[in-house]
């Protein structure tokens, strides 16, 4: 967890790919850190906007098209 919570506050754009990673991660503390640190950086949070649920492939799908480009920080 602690790692998650370093990547979360560089901000790190770099540090997408390996938090999409835990995004499943059978540890609901490290789906749900993982989800903040996503959100800190990309400045979304698609499980609020479409009432997901956090660790949901839509959520998933949402932060990699973020990742390549695809949506721009509303």
Do not use: C
């Not at 790692?3 to 749900?32: C, H, K, M, W």
Request: glycine residues 6%; hydrophobic residues 45%; proline residues 7%.
């Amino acid at each position: 967890l602690w790692g998650i919570q370093v990547l979360r506050e560089t901000r790190s754009q770099g540090a997408v790919p390996l938090l999409l990673q835990y995004l499943f991660n059978t540890d609901e503390r490290v789906s749900r850190e993982a989800y903040a640190a996503l959100s800190t950086i990309t400045g979304l949070d698609p499980a609020g906007m479409f009432f997901l649920p956090p660790n949901s492939p839509e959520s998933l799908a949402f932060f990699k098209a973020w990742h390549k480009g695809k949506i721009l920080n509303v």
